[in-house]
């Protein structure tokens, strides 16, 4: 079954450690998107890709990082710029060319202590 | 894109339709609308969307006005399942792109 997956589910580091959260989609989607999400809020959009080795920032992304290097993968590093870490993090694709929805996965919840 | 604005929350009693309205009174000419719903803890799903005439699916009904500045999206008969967080947002279907997720409006369907 095609789907996106993130790993891991949830995900605990020390302040001041670099981490990376892995999205993978096997669904041919053109573009991949991230996600953070507070308690009791809405998603804000942090990175955004179209195309292999192209991205664009979203509305947060100050202490976040990312890669595309193959259409599959966009992972995401939270920096140790970034002040509050601590949040749910969704992954995201879609189809480019053509009004279909967003599918998200399963998301990751990282705790920094 | 353009951004929506929905109540905080809603009640509706199982068996009947739940009703949740949306406004997007900025909205372009080549922008959708599309409904998302999150139950706790894992990622949304995609519901429905529409440019600018109804639609239906199995899953619910969208209602777009006339001048396209507010939308209703329709669970004809909820379930306690239906109890979730439902967002609306609007986007250039075609491209990627910014999308605002607001706080969305959160169902509570009770027995």
């Known amino acids: 079954d095609g789907g996106i997956t993130q790993s891991p589910k949830y995900l605990f580091r020390k302040e001041g450690q670099n981490v990376t959260l892995s999205c993978e989609q096997n669904?041919?989607?053109?573009?991949m998107y991230w996600y953070r999400q507070d308690p009791g809020q809405g998603l804000r959009l942090i990175y955004y890709s179209q195309i292999v080795n192209d991205f664009q920032k979203g509305d947060i992304a100050e202490g976040y990082s990312v890669s595309r290097e193959k259409k599959e993968s966009f992972p995401l590093t939270v920096t140790s710029a970034q002040k509050n870490p601590t949040a749910f993090y969704l992954c995201a694709s879609s189809i480019l060319g053509a009004p279909y929805g967003y599918t998200f996965g399963s998301g990751t919840r990282l705790t920094v202590v | 894109d353009a951004k929506t604005t929905q109540p905080p929350s809603m009640d509706c009693a199982e068996g009947r339709a739940a009703n949740l309205p949306c406004n997007h009174s900025t909205i372009s000419g080549n922008e959708y609308v599309y409904w998302y719903r999150q139950i706790h803890s894992q990622g949304p799903q995609y519901i429905i969307h529409?440019?600018?005439n109804n639609e239906t699916n199995e899953m619910a009904s969208l209602i777009i006005t006339e001048d396209r500045k507010s939308s209703t999206l329709i669970l004809p008969h909820a379930t306690l399942r239906d109890t979730a967080v439902y967002y609306c947002i609007v986007r250039v279907g075609t491209n990627a792109g910014k999308s605002t997720f607001g706080d969305g409006t959160t169902l509570t369907v009770k027995p």
């Open positions: 529409g440019l600018k």
């Open positions: 669904l041919n989607h053109d573009a």
